[in-house]
C-alpha cells in the first residue's frame, strides 16, 4: 500500500506565497508521476502541476503557469509546490496524487484517472 500525505496550505492574503509538500511512503517506487490537483467549493477537481521522477521540469496549468513551480527530491518520494502570487481564486483544497505507471503522454499526467494514490488534501485560502 502507499499512503500520500500533504502538507503545508494556510491562510495567505492575495499576493502572497505557500509551499506546499506531498511525501509518498510504503510501496513505493523509483519511478513516479506526481500531480497537484485543486477542488474549490462547489466547483469540480481541477489540475494544477505535475512533474515526473525523470523530468527536469513540471507541466502546469495555464492558470498557474508562471505563479506556481512543482519540484520534487527523488530520494523523499517527496514533491513541493511553490505558490507565488496567489489570488482570491487560487482557494481550495489541494489534493496530491502518485502513480507508478509508465505515462508515456505529458498531457495524461493532467487527467486525474492517470493516478492511482492520493492523499486527503490541504486547504489553502487566499484572502483579499
Known amino acids: 500500500q502507499v499512503q500520500v500525505a500533504e502538507s503545508g496550505g494556510g491562510s495567505v492574503q492575495a499576493g502572497g506565497s505557500l509551499t506546499l509538500s506531498c511525501a509518498a511512503s510504503g510501496r513505493t517506487g523509483s519511478n513516479y508521476a506526481m500531480g497537484w490537483f485543486r477542488q474549490a467549493p462547489g466547483k469540480e477537481r481541477e489540475f494544477v502541476a505535475a512533474?515526473?521522477?525523470?523530468?527536469?521540469?513540471?507541466f502546469y496549468a495555464d492558470s498557474v503557469r508562471g505563479r506556481f513551480t512543482i519540484s520534487k527530491d527523488n530520494a523523499k518520494n517527496t514533491v513541493y509546490l511553490q505558490t507565488n502570487s496567489l489570488k482570491v481564486e487560487d482557494t481550495a483544497v489541494y489534493y496530491c496524487?502518485?502513480?507508478?505507471?509508465?505515462?508515456?503522454?505529458?498531457?495524461?499526467?493532467?487527467?486525474?484517472?492517470?493516478?492511482?494514490?492520493w492523499g486527503q488534501g490541504t486547504q489553502v485560502t487566499v484572502s483579499s
Open positions: 496524487a502518485i502513480t507508478f505507471r509508465l505515462i508515456p503522454f505529458l498531457i495524461q499526467l493532467s487527467k486525474s484517472t492517470t493516478y492511482d494514490y
Open positions: 512533474i515526473k521522477s525523470s523530468a527536469v521540469s513540471g
